[in-house]
């Protein structure tokens, strides 16, 4: 158990819709990070958050966003969902702030877009 | 952009014979970590390089960071079915920079 919770484990929706995936970071770890993994290809990074402010943007679309809240969990909120943002949504938490922290992944969230 | 590559992308192996996967970075790293993903599970941290040239080992995994700091290897010696699952190098420019994770090597091992 890596200390990162994240759901749901699993999303269904329609094309069109908006979600919103949630993570809790490990206790004590103030960085959060969020990663695309399509089936069987890499882990895309989205976006990074450091202790409530935005840190590092990826490859994050415009219908994408995501915040920290005050008690450091995130959340990612996706749009006008399409076919092809179907998924695995990491979350990942880190101390930061130190340097070379490793991060620690939550077990995804799973969304299928029909 | 910083892009972080991985060769090969399959690996199919014996059980008992050895494994390497190569990552190479466009720009120079601070430090390079390693993570395993079992099928069906999420990736898991095994070791952080951050000295040019260092070497580490976990019993039968063998990690390197480059001189240069823009290459790292991981070689697992006598492969068993436990060592299934796909290997990502990841890595920063700075400590502070975003970690961009390399599209990983699947290793499978033949019983």
């Known amino acids: 158990d890596s200390g990162v919770t994240q759901t749901p484990k699993h999303l269904i929706t329609a094309t069109g819709q908006r979600v919103t995936l949630r993570c809790s970071p490990r206790?004590?770890?103030?960085?959060v990070y969020w990663y695309q993994q399509s089936l069987d290809q890499g882990l895309q990074f989205l976006i990074q958050?450091?202790?409530?402010?935005?840190?590092a943007k990826g490859n994050i679309l415009e219908r994408f966003s995501a915040q920290q809240f005050p008690d450091l969990h995130s959340e990612l909120n996706l749009s006008s969902l399409e076919l092809g943002d179907s998924a695995l949504y990491f979350c990942?938490?880190?101390?930061?702030?130190?340097?070379?922290?490793?991060?620690?992944f939550g077990n995804g969230t799973r969304l299928t877009v029909t | 952009g910083q892009q972080v590559m991985q060769i090969p992308q399959y690996q199919h192996v014996q059980e008992g014979e050895d494994f390497t996967t190569y990552c190479n970075s466009s720009?120079?790293?601070?430090?390079i970590q390693w993570y395993k993903q079992r099928p069906g599970g999420h990736p898991v941290f095994l070791i952080q390089?951050?000295?040019?040239?260092e070497v580490k080992k976990q019993k039968r995994l063998t990690f390197q960071f480059g001189e240069a700091k823009k290459n790292s290897s991981l070689h697992i010696t006598a492969t068993q079915t436990t060592d299934v699952g796909t290997y990502f190098c990841?890595?920063?420019?700075?400590?502070?920079?975003?970690?961009?994770f390399g599209p990983g090597t699947s290793l499978s091992v033949i019983p």
């Open positions: 958050y450091y202790n409530g402010e935005e840190r």
């Open positions: 990841a890595g920063r420019k700075t400590s502070y920079d975003k970690v961009i």
């Open positions: 206790s004590g770890d103030l960085s």
């Open positions: 390089l951050v000295k040019s040239g």
């Open positions: 990942a938490s880190s101390v930061e702030g130190l340097v070379n922290s490793p991060l620690h």
């Open positions: 720009t120079t790293l601070s430090n």
